[in-house]
T-cell receptor, first 114, second 113 residues
Framework: NAGVTQTPKFQVLKTGQSMTLQCAQDMNHNSMYWYRQDPGMGLRLIYYSASEGTTDKGEVPNGYNVSRLNKREFSLRLESAAPSQTSVYFC?????????????FGNGTRLTVT | DQQVKQNSPSLSVQEGRISILNCDYTNSMFDYFLWYKKYPAEGPTFLISISSIKDKNEDGRFTVFLNKSAKHLSLHIVPSQPGDSAVYFCAATRGGSNYKLTFGKGTLLTVNP
């Protein structure tokens, strides 16, 4: 039982390149989330998917797109990477039923944009 | 506008003593609060939570206290162990928000043997 799996673990991009961060969970969770963490900052919500087939913007959605491919998978795409998007990206999931089911996080993707 | 604030970037305590991590919030609509723990190169892991209808929740060595009038919560770890050394994030959410968490910036706890 892997939980939340993120790929790749590390990535270096040049400004203007595109890439997709992959996230999959094997816990049959309904809700999935993408956060970014910058040095000295807390985690900030980029996009989330409350259930399969729905996606919504979070606090910092500009420059990103998401796809909820199926119940297991939620990908984050950078169409034209910028140095400001250098960050550690965390995917998370939860059953989505009530407060007593907290977020489960993956181990992150460390992205550097040069 | 930082709605969840952890004003101490770091805290150092001796093994066996109490660790107290503090968190303040400004949004009175928040009704559920959580603490997450994060080791380097890993994702945050859930530690303990509290609903706004309670003022205390305890789980083993970890206790969270909530003071709604002061918009303040704290995490007590007793006794502290070296393995507790990590970054601790306070987070908050409100009903109807699809569990969108707002995180503080974190406090690095170091427990010295």
């Amino acid at each position: 039982n892997a939980g939340v799996t993120q790929t790749p673990k590390f990535q270096v991009l040049k400004t203007g390149q595109s890439m997709t961060l992959q996230c999959a969970q094997d816990m049959n969770h309904n809700s999935m989330y993408w956060y970014r963490q910058d040095p000295g900052m807390g985690l900030r919500l980029i996009y989330y998917s409350a259930s399969e087939g729905t996606t919504d913007k979070g606090e910092v959605p500009n420059g990103y797109n998401v796809s909820r491919l199926n119940k297991r998978e939620f990908s984050l795409r950078l169409e034209s990477a910028a140095p400001s998007q250098t960050s550690v990206y965390f995917c998370a999931s939860r059953p989505g039923l009530n407060y007593n089911s907290p977020l489960h996080f993956g181990n992150g993707t460390r992205l550097t944009v040069t | 506008d930082q709605q969840v604030k952890q004003n101490s970037p770091s805290l150092s305590v001796q093994e066996g003593r109490i660790s107290i991590l503090n968190c303040d919030y400004t949004n009175s609509m928040f009704d559920y609060f959580l603490w997450y723990k994060k080791y380097p190169a890993e994702g945050p892991t859930f530690l303990i939570s509290i609903s706004s209808i309670k003022d205390k929740n305890e789980d083993g060595r970890f206790t969270v206290f909530l003071n709604k009038s002061a918009k303040h919560l704290s995490l007590h770890i007793v006794p502290s162990q070296p393995g507790d050394s990590a970054v601790y994030f306070c987070a908050a959410t409100r009903g109807g928000s699809n569990y969108k968490l707002t995180f503080g910036k974190g406090t690095l706890l170091t427990v010295n043997p």
